[in-house]
């Protein structure tokens, strides 16, 4: 008989490194507000982090330089890890899909230079692969006792209804794949925006749309848009550093 597995008995909730997305519209304020993480340190791969008043990498532009800053990272004094931003990460992982797909084939006119050339509709399933490799880093930093937390953007995606119409949703500017495995993979995944409201025209003639001003961060998924949290956190929330404080 094998060696017997030591099984630990854990009781009540545990305090752990969370992983948590929040994406948006642009100018929102994701980066500002990830800044108010706890010790945050940013890996940045778009270079606008230049008034974000908080630790950070020089811009990072290939893969290979993304893995440096993630070893960096371990070796820092800070609590969260901040990755701005996902949709500048799989641009990246782009071309470790490419080489992934060339090597699963045997002929040499079948291997392909770009993305987009990959056949069959493949591409994005190679490239999910390389997001589930990219989830394993990132529970490495959390083994480490850092938190994770990747900055979106966001993008408008049909949605089809198989019960009622067909409608539209705002989800992570990735491959809807790769939003599959970030969003199975997150402990949160959070929507800022700033919420619209629809007034009569002054003359009578119609309606327009207003933004309330208000920053809001949605929580849970509803049809307008994705988002989920494992944290009991309510549907919206003020989008201010008292996040931080329901990520437990």
Not at 49 to 65: G, H, N, P, V
Not at 128 to 154: C, P, S, T, Y
């Amino acid at each position: 008989m094998p060696d017997e597995f030591l099984i630990q008995v854990l009781e009540g909730k545990q305090s752990l490194p969370w992983k948590v997305v929040l994406f948006g519209t642009p100018g929102v304020g994701k980066s500002t507000l990830a800044a108010a993480a706890p010790a945050p340190f940013f890996i940045d791969l778009e270079g606008g982090l230049r008034e974000i008043a908080a630790q950070k990498t020089q811009r990072l532009y290939s893969y290979d330089q993304f893995i440096a800053g993630l070893t960096f990272a371990t070796k820092r004094d800070c609590k969260t890890v901040v990755i701005d931003s996902i949709t500048a990460l799989e641009e990246m992982l782009m071309p470790r899909a490419i080489e992934a797909y060339n090597s699963s084939v045997d002929k040499e006119k079948l291997r392909v230079d770009s993305f987009p050339k990959i056949p069959w509709g493949k591409g994005p399933d190679f490239l999910a692969v390389e997001w589930r490799k990219v989830m394993r880093l990132f529970e490495r930093l959390q083994a480490f006792g850092k938190n994770v937390l990747m900055i979106g953007h966001d993008k408008i995606e049909a949605v089809k209804d198989p019960q009622y119409e067909n409608y539209e949703r705002v989800n992570m500017r990735v491959e809807k794949k790769s939003a599959a495995v970030i969003i199975e993979e997150s402990d949160a995944v959070l929507f800022a925006n700033i919420p619209r409201y629809v007034q009569e025209k002054e003359d009578g003639k119609g309606n327009i749309a207003r933004a309330s001003g208000e920053r809001v961060i949605r929580c849970v998924e509803s049809p307008s848009c994705v988002s989920k949290n494992r944290f009991r956190m309510p549907e919206t929330i003020p989008m201010d550093a008292k996040l931080f404080e329901l990520l437990k």
